[in-house]
């Protein structure tokens, strides 16, 4: 019968996957992921446009026989000049601003907003080309579109 035998080996190659594992890790949370999650460049200039683009939602805009909502309805945007766009609800109801296609800005991340209590804003900084059609997900039939065009300061 054999004795078992212990060996050095096992231990020190424990200990080299353990110290290796650790820097793998280290060098993923240093260097990959502060790099994978940071934001784009944008010119300053579209990142604090001269201009705020003000969309309102009006008094009566839970009833659906009225036509006028979001005034203005359809907005041009330019950016770089007033690319910071405010909802502001003026209704005695809350709403909702909400793509009707998801729609992801590289820079102010996903565009939509939780719900706008009357009286409060939402706003949102577009930074890229998009024509966007919006409507409100508890009151369907209020609908809108925002068209993000080239400036003259970014042309």
């Known amino acids: 019968m054999s004795v078992p ?14 110290v290796g594992a650790a820097i793998g890790i280290s060098y993923y949370q240093q260097y990959y992921i502060p790099e994978y999650n940071a ?3 944008i010119p300053e200039k579209i990142l604090k446009p ?9 008094t009566g805009s839970l009833n659906q026989d009225q036509q006028q909502n979001f005034v203005p309805k359809k907005q041009d945007v ?7 766009v405010v909802w502001t609800n003026q209704d005695s ?10 729609y992801k800005d590289a820079y102010s991340g996903d ?9 409060k804003s939402y706003k949102f900084l577009f930074t890229h080309e998009v024509n966007l059609p919006y409507y ?7 609908k809108g579109e925002v068209d993000i065009v080239p400036g003259a300061l970014t042309s």
Do not use: R
């Open 78 to 84: 330019q950016l770089g000049v007033d690319n910071l």
């Open 136 to 142: 409100c997900k508890v009151h369907p039939w209020m």
């Open 39 to 41: 934001k784009p460049i």
């Open 5 to 18: 035998t212990s060996s050095h080996a096992y231990g020190i190659a424990l200990i080299a996957v353990i």
């Open 93 to 102: 109801a809350a709403h909702y601003v909400t793509p009707a296609k998801p």
């Open 111 to 119: 565009f939509g907003s939780e719900a706008i209590m009357p009286g």
């Open 50 to 58: 001269g201009q705020t683009t003000q969309i309102t939602i009006v």
